[in-house]
C-alpha cells in the first residue's frame, strides 16, 4: 500500500504523483504507533526524497499496525487529497 499526491520537495521542486509509503511501524514506548513516511518521486525509485518520523495513536484491537499508521496519515490535512494505490 502506498498514498499518491502531489508535493513540493525540500528543495521546492514540484514531485507530480509523489509516492509516499509508511515503513519501518513499531509500537512505541508510550504505546502510540512510530513510523517513517517516505516520499518518492515515483512508485519505482529506491531514494526517498523526504523522510519524516511519525506517532500516531494505538489502537490494541487492531493489530495491523500499517493500516492504523496510514489511516492516520490520510487524516493530517496535508495528505487529506491523497489516493490509495
Given at each position: 500500500?502506498?498514498?499518491q499526491l502531489?508535493?513540493t520537495a525540500?528543495?521546492g521542486t514540484e514531485?507530480?504523483d509523489?509516492i509516499?509509503?509508511?515503513?519501518d511501524v513499531c509500537v512505541?514506548f508510550n504505546k502510540?504507533?512510530?513510523?517513517?513516511?517516505?516520499?518518492?518521486?515515483?512508485s519505482?525509485a529506491?531514494?526517498?526524497?523526504?523522510?519524516?518520523?511519525?506517532?500516531?495513536?494505538?489502537?490494541?484491537?487492531?493489530?495491523e499496525?500499517?493500516?492504523?499508521?496510514?489511516?492516520?496519515v490520510?487524516s493530517?490535512s496535508n495528505?487529506?487529497?491523497?489516493?490509495d494505490t
Amino acid at each position: 500500500m502506498a498514498l499518491q499526491l502531489t508535493v513540493t520537495a525540500p528543495d521546492g521542486t514540484e514531485m507530480t504523483d509523489a509516492i509516499h509509503r509508511v515503513e519501518d511501524v513499531c509500537v512505541a514506548f508510550n504505546k502510540s504507533v512510530r513510523f517513517l513516511l517516505k516520499s518518492y518521486a515515483s512508485s519505482d525509485a529506491s531514494d526517498a526524497f523526504e523522510v519524516h518520523t511519525l506517532n500516531a495513536p494505538y489502537d490494541a484491537a487492531n493489530s495491523e499496525l500499517e493500516q492504523q499508521a496510514y489511516t492516520y496519515v490520510k487524516s493530517l490535512s496535508n495528505f487529506s487529497n491523497s489516493t490509495d494505490t
